[in-house]
């Protein structure tokens, strides 16, 4: 950002599956189960393992602890945080 600080941006597809794991996906499920979400299993399919270890990451992480990992990991200098 104009303060040099470290400020990731999520990618927007992260953005849209997130939205669907937590407010579409359980209202929908909610609707059908008369308000219960018990054993409630939803299956994502990737397409190469590279996704799957980046879905992983993001879906036990977040997007900003993901997104902090990933700078942490390619060696990045960050002075500050946002």
Same mark, same amino acid.
């Given at each position: &950002?104009? *303060?040099?600080e470290?400020?990731?941006?999520?990618?927007?597809?992260?953005?849209? +599956?997130?939205? /669907? #794991?937590?407010?579409?996906?359980?209202?929908?499920?909610?609707?059908?189960?008369?308000?219960?979400l018990? &054993?409630? *299993?939803?299956?994502?399919?990737?397409?190469?393992n590279?996704?799957?270890?980046? +879905?992983?990451? /993001? #879906?036990?992480m977040?997007?900003?602890?993901?997104l902090?990992?990933?700078?942490?990991?390619?060696?990045?200098?960050?002075?500050?945080?946002a």
């Amino acid at each position: &950002n104009s *303060k040099f600080e470290f400020d990731p941006e999520p990618s927007p597809k992260w953005k849209c +599956l997130c939205d /669907l #794991l937590i407010d579409e996906i359980p209202e929908e499920v909610k609707k059908a189960r008369n308000g219960s979400l018990n &054993n409630t *299993k939803i299956l994502i399919l990737c397409n190469d393992n590279k996704s799957c270890s980046q +879905l992983n990451h /993001l #879906l036990t992480m977040g997007e900003n602890k993901y997104l902090f990992y990933t700078a942490l990991r390619r060696d990045l200098t960050i002075n500050s945080v946002a």
